[in-house]
Nanobody, 127 residues
Framework: QVQLVESGGGLVQAGGSLRLSCAAS????????MGWFRQAPGKEREFVAC????????YFADSVRGRFTISRDNAKNTVYLQMNSLKPEDTAVYYC????????????????????WGQGTQVTVSS
């Protein structure tokens, strides 16, 4: 069983930055590719970014590429999402998620690619 706890959300003005953290319990963290998703009111949960087990490879949704970065610290069982140049359309609840350790590859862009989910943290970007 893996538990994921997100933190770092809040209210920020457009153009500002936030860093989200996701702390994982359990020993499988370093064996799992990780991802971030977001869900705005009335919309489906959408992929934001993912990172390989080692942290050497990352992949982003077109909507955030060049503005967001994802990283991980396997010694701390934590994955991060650095969000810069935030826009009002980035407003959403952000979720971190872990893939099964037996998953092939690290790129997972759909909800069904992930087996563990956090509770989410709210990010609100004002214009």
């Amino acid at each position: 069983q893996v538990q994921l706890v997100e933190s770092g959300g809040g209210l920020v003005q457009a153009g500002g930055s936030l860093r989200l953290s996701c702390a994982a319990s359990g020993s499988i963290f370093s064996s799992s590719a990780m991802g971030w998703f977001r869900q705005a009111p009335g919309k489906e949960r959408e992929f934001v970014a993912c990172i390989s087990r080692s942290g050497r490879s990352t992949y982003f949704a077109d909507s955030v590429r060049g503005r967001f970065t994802i990283s991980r610290d396997n010694a701390k069982n934590t994955v991060y999402l650095q969000m810069n140049s935030l826009k009002p359309e980035d407003t959403a609840v952000y979720y971190c998620a872990a893939r099964d350790k037996y998953s092939m590859g690290y790129i997972g862009t759909t909800v069904s690619d992930y087996v563990y989910w956090g509770q989410g943290t709210q990010v609100t970007v004002s214009s």
